[in-house]
């Protein structure tokens, strides 16, 4: 038994519940999954497969295109969100402007609404003949012919994206305000005395120091997007170009197959954690040459 | 701050910018509730319209007094009290102890609990579901809260982590120089100083046990736990979906929250800034 | 102020918290029906030791008659009690998944026909030959077409109480217009009618290509009308760039780009092409029988009449499928005598007659006038010339396949020849992987 410090003894008690229940509820299924990725029949108790089943992923002639889907998707999803949000919480934040407590509610509520129902909702306005979108596009002299939002592989997985930015990009929004909001101010003041100007101030003091608050944003952002399935499967069921890993991992379980479904799962961590990885790199690189 | 042209306009620009932004977030909303008073013949009518030619109260009469939202309501309610208070108080205590105390694997652990947040749900479900079954939690609301703390204690552990980092530790310190125990610290200094925070992590967990679905899919078979987002499918049989009483019930469920949020989106601001910062 | 609150919803949530670990652990659960859950518990604490309890997964559209067998039962079998869990539309099938994958699974589930096979193959449900017989089951009864789709490696997996196929719902008004007294009975009459009512603006039909089930089944139609399969007899290869698939797939698309099927076809499930026609949209539909309740209710003044679907040179052949009630293998083991004696009692004639909504799998129940309506009657005409929907063992992984080029058809992505083609590599390389 090794021997405790001091420290280690004081930390106990309050380590101790959140890793039982972190054991039973992560840990354990975690196995789960891994075990079932490398092994046969789930059901009737198969044999070790070894590599069989991430093989078979690869043969899967929906994999490479649903690879590409994710990566367009969460590309898209991450990047615009972070712009869109930021410059809301940017706009917003400026001394201006009245009302800021409004505005912020008003839009956090994309956030807020339950996922089955934003999906079906935008599912109808998207729709080409009898869709509220296309109806008012056209009634302003936007567009002359309807746009085939969710059924041309040009216009879906646009469409499916702006729904998960429409939702996402209110909660960076939230975040980066909080960032903002601790911000010392004799920083700016000092800067604006050397005569620096906006977007000299936004690159070399906001940004840098809200390094932090954005690490977190753009991560839950990133791992949303990933492990999202449903609005997607609501909205174009995964036609059009728009099947993500996620669909796929969704697809294999209907199918009972488990031991593939616990594959895809299983790729679908490593991805996130890849992405994760690579940001987390670049965070604490510039961290270190600070 | 100067005023000047530029700034007016600029401030103009922007307010149009937000408000635009405004009518795109509430542009679904809205089309909810118009849907909601219109009668069945009326929702799939061309060309689509807002205002309703024949509103009516009927769907909202419906899932009110004929449905089994008031009771999912009343379960999603629960469920997520629940599994916020847990995930406060199980990811708060272990967010305490990563930040204040030196052990092996801290860096591990906590770098552990992020990443469990990345864990995709689909899969999760058959092994919580042979979890549960084996302890008899199968269909109850307890059960489904135990469950959701997979998605609400990860970040509630980080966050909190962070912001017990940026609480000084001089401050502990010196009330135990002045002879406090743990506890007293703890609950003198220490819970009132995060109560913005609390409320931040707390909102985020709850909203995202309100609106969870793949947990409560196979963890529900009844009403007796059954929540609102699984309740929402009750209309929509192998034959017709009701959508009049859908968006009436997604009206009903979506309202209550949003007033909540407003009501104290000023302390989730606050706390989310406390938290977040100190990674 | 606002942190009072704030505190004060803390000992709030505290207690609540109490209250329910208190009385969460049990599989009961919810605080106000412990009081009855304790009676039940008691009361079936006795019966139990003699007769069993039966839990039984049922579709919210059957609400209504499962509880009237449930009273009904009990009522005969006062040492059985009966459990209903209802299931729906969206979520059953993942529902049912889990819980027949590990013990303390139902004893009675309510699926598909086509949902059967897979079960059976991954040895999820009981063999109901013999327990059935025993129950008292005239196994002979059943509709042969209906019993093959549950019966897997020469055992009955399912009793099936619903058997159905599409038909042709049409506005008898709109007809009239144009000249018709009763619908066409080929297809290329039917194109005929359509190019005439298309001078006028008038949408033919549509094609609920907007969801990946309602779309495949209608491109399955199409290729059996056309004497065609989707996979050869072995399930190693697909068979989709023959001739049928190819005239079963140009049928869809050329409807579409000549527009006697509505444009709006990629976005519409069965759902929507009900409302189109109700509203006048579209002058016919092809789809279940079902669908007559719900456009009595809404449509009341629409003046519709049905007929047999259109094919090649004469009737076209449509797809069936059905419900049926399956003992899953995990369930307890005292409980499967009561199971398969409440399976028994649904499958009987008469009480098939009650619960479905369409048409029963009995040959006796489906003789009764009821079933006769004029309404009714082109349905069962159809059921004649009907092939059972695909129950291959990878059906569920090659129907999204499918889906997806037959969206790229009909989107004018690519031509039909590439489409099938397409469908019939990725359908292979599926197979053999």
């Not at chain 3, 398969?340 to 040959?363: D, G, H, L, M």
Request: hydrophobic residues 45%; contains cysteine.
């Amino acid at each position: 038994m090794m021997k405790l410090t001091k420290d280690e003894k004081r930390a106990i008690p309050f380590l101790l519940p959140g890793l039982i229940v972190t054991a039973i509820l992560i840990v354990y299924p975690l196995f789960y999954i891994v075990t079932m990725s490398f092994s046969d029949n789930s059901f009737g108790g198969g044999g070790f497969a070894g590599i069989k089943n991430y093989v078979s992923l690869f043969h899967n002639p929906q994999f490479p295109k649903a690879i590409r889907s994710t990566l367009w998707w969460t590309f898209g999803t991450v990047v615009l969100s972070y712009a869109i949000g930021t410059l809301l919480a940017l706009l917003i934040n400026r001394k201006s402007i009245k009302l800021k407590g409004f505005w912020r509610g008003m839009i956090f509520i994309a956030w807020i609404i339950p996922g089955v129902v934003k999906a079906t909702t935008w599912k109808w306005m998207f729709q080409t003949d009898g869709g509220i979108i296309n109806y008012m596009l056209q009634s302003l002299g936007v567009i002359s012919k309807n746009i085939p939002w969710l059924t041309s592989s040009k216009f879906a997985l646009l469409s499916v994206i702006i729904v998960q930015v429409w939702s996402c990009a209110p909660y960076v929004m939230l975040m980066m305000t909080a960032g903002l909001q601790q911000l010392p101010a004799d920083l700016y003041e000092s800067a604006e005395l050397d005569g620096a100007t906006w977007y000299e101030k936004l690159l070399h003091i906001t940004f840098p120091l809200l390094k932090d608050i954005s690490f977190i944003c753009i991560l839950m952002v990133l791992v949303w997007a990933i492990n999202e399935f449903s609005l997607i499967f609501i909205m174009t069921q995964g036609g059009h170009d728009t099947t993500t890993l996620a669909m796929l991992v969704y697809n294999q379980f209907k199918v009972l197959n488990i031991n593939l479904a616990s594959a895809s799962a299983i790729m679908q961590l490593l991805i996130t954690m890849i992405f994760a990885g690579i940001y987390v790199r670049c965070v604490v690189k510039e961290d270190e040459e600070e | 701050m100067k005023r000047n042209t530029k700034t007016i306009i600029l401030d103009i620009l922007t307010y149009i910018f937000l408000a635009t932004v405004v009518v795109l977030v509430l542009m679904p909303l809205l089309w909810i509730i118009s849907t909601s008073l219109k009668p069945a013949i009326e929702i799939f009518q061309k060309p689509p319209h807002w205002i309703p030619h024949n509103p009516t109260v009927s769907n909202y009469v419906g899932v009110i007094t004929a449905s089994e939202i008031p009771r999912a309501f009343l379960n999603s309610f629960l469920v997520g009290a629940l599994a916020t208070f847990l995930a406060l108080a199980l990811g708060g205590s272990a967010g305490y102890a990563f930040a204040r105390f030196k052990f092996r694997g801290n860096k591990f652990l906590s770098l552990f609990m992020l990443i469990s947040q990345m864990l995709p749900l689909t899969v999760l479900m058959i092994p919580m579901y042979y979890m549960e079954n084996k302890m008899s939690l199968v269909d109850t609301r307890f059960g489904l809260a135990l469950a959701h703390l997979v998605i609400c204690m990860p970040l509630v552990t980080w966050m909190s982590r962070g912001y017990f980092k940026g609480i000084p530790k001089e401050i502990e310190e010196s009330a135990m120089v002045d002879g406090a125990t743990q506890m007293q610290i703890i609950g003198r200094i220490i819970l009132p100083l995060i109560k913005p925070s609390i409320a931040a992590t707390g909102i985020y967990a709850f909203v995202s046990s309100w609106n969870e679905f793949a947990l409560a899919n196979v963890l529900t078979r009844s009403i007796q736990s059954r929540t609102v987002p699984i309740a929402l499918n009750e209309f929509s049989t192998f034959f017709k979906v009701d959508w009049g009483q859908t968006m009436a019930a997604a009206a009903i469920i979506t309202v209550p929250i949003i007033v909540v949020f407003l009501l104290i989106q000023k302390q989730f601001v606050a706390g989310l800034s406390a938290g977040a910062v100190k990674g | 102020m606002k942190y009072r609150s704030k505190l004060l919803s803390v000992v709030l949530a505290s207690a609540m918290v109490m209250g329910l670990a208190a009385c969460g652990s049990s599989s009961a659960g919810s605080s106000s029906g412990a009081a009855d859950s304790a009676e039940a518990k008691t009361e079936t604490a006795a019966d139990e030791a003699k007769g069993g309890e039966v839990e039984w997964w049922t579709p919210n559209w059957d609400q209504e008659v499962s509880e009237q067998f449930k009273a009904e039962f009990e009522e005969a079998n006062p040492d059985i009690k009966v459990n209903l869990v209802i299931t729906d539309w969206d979520t059953y099938k993942s529902k049912i998944t889990t819980a027949i994958s590990t013990d303390g699974a139902p004893e009675l589930v309510t699926i598909l026909l086509t949902d059967v096979k897979p079960f059976a193959k991954k040895g999820l449900l009981d063999p109901m030959q013999e327990r059935g017989k025993a129950a008292g089951i005239d196994f002979d009864d059943f509709i042969e077409a209906a019993l093959d789709i549950t019966s897997y490696d020469g055992e009955v997996y399912g009793l099936p109480f619903r058997y159905d196929g599409s038909g042709v719902y049409y506005n008898v008004d709109l007809l009239k217009e144009y000249g018709y007294d009763t619908f066409p009975e080929t297809w290329e009459e039917m194109t005929a009618m359509c190019d005439k009512m298309l001078e006028n603006g008038q949408t033919g039909f549509a094609w609920p290509l907007g969801n990946q089930t309602n779309a495949v089944t209608r491109l399955v139609q199409q290729i059996y009308t056309y004497g065609g399969q989707i996979l050869n007899e072995d399930e190693t290869e697909a068979m989709l760039n023959n001739d049928a698939a190819k005239k079963a797939l140009t049928a869809i698309v050329s409807s579409v780009e000549s527009g006697y099927a509505s444009e709006s076809s990629l976005e519409y499930d069965n759902n929507a092409t009900r409302e189109a026609f109700g509203a006048g949209e579209i002058a016919f539909n092809i789809t279940g029988p079902f669908d007559s309740a719900t456009l009595d209710e809404v449509y009341p003044d629409l003046n519709y009449a049905t007929a047999t679907i259109p094919g090649n040179g004469g009737m076209g052949v449509t797809t069936a499928n059905g419900w049926c009630v399956s003992v899953p293998k995990n369930c307890p083991e005292e409980n499967k005598e009561a199971a398969y004696k409440f399976a028994a009692f649904i499958a009987q004639p008469e009480n098939q007659a009650r619960i479905t909504a369409t048409f029963p799998a009995s040959k006796t129940s489906i003789q009764d006038e009821k079933f006769a309506t004029d309404i009714l009657k082109p349905f069962a005409d159809q059921l004649t010339n009907s092939k059972p929907e695909p129950a291959y063992e990878r059906w569920a992984e090659i129907e999204p396949i499918i889906y997806q080029y037959i969206q790229s058809a009909v989107s004018g992505d690519m031509s039909v020849d590439e489409a099938c083609e397409g469908m019939n590599k990725d359908v292979n390389t599926l197979l053999n992987s």
